[in-house]
């Protein structure tokens, strides 16, 4: 009786140890997965002045999306502009 006591608490720690990683992955891969980002934070990215950032998307070289007064970027398209723009 003791022993299986023993094994059922042991099998239900296991299933909690795997739920909290499981957790843990989660949170980690939403961190990973953000794709827009605001004017301020591209700005301190590439260290520029908004009025860089701001000729940037004028020029057309760095697409961005105007949503309530505020421009997003996409992290891939700012990774696109700074290799198309590569010295070798």
Known sequence: MKSSF???FCEMEEQILDKIDQ???GIQ??????????SSEVCEMLSCSPATLSRLR???LLP???IQG?????ISDIDHMMERGKIN
Do not use: R
């Open 29 to 38: 891969n939403k961190e990973v997965e953000k794709k827009w980002i605001k």
């Open 64 to 66: 961005s999306s105007l």
């Open 58 to 60: 004028a020029d057309g």
């Open 6 to 8: 023993i094994q059922l």
């Open 70 to 74: 505020t421009y997003y970027y996409k």
């Open 23 to 25: 957790i843990i992955e």
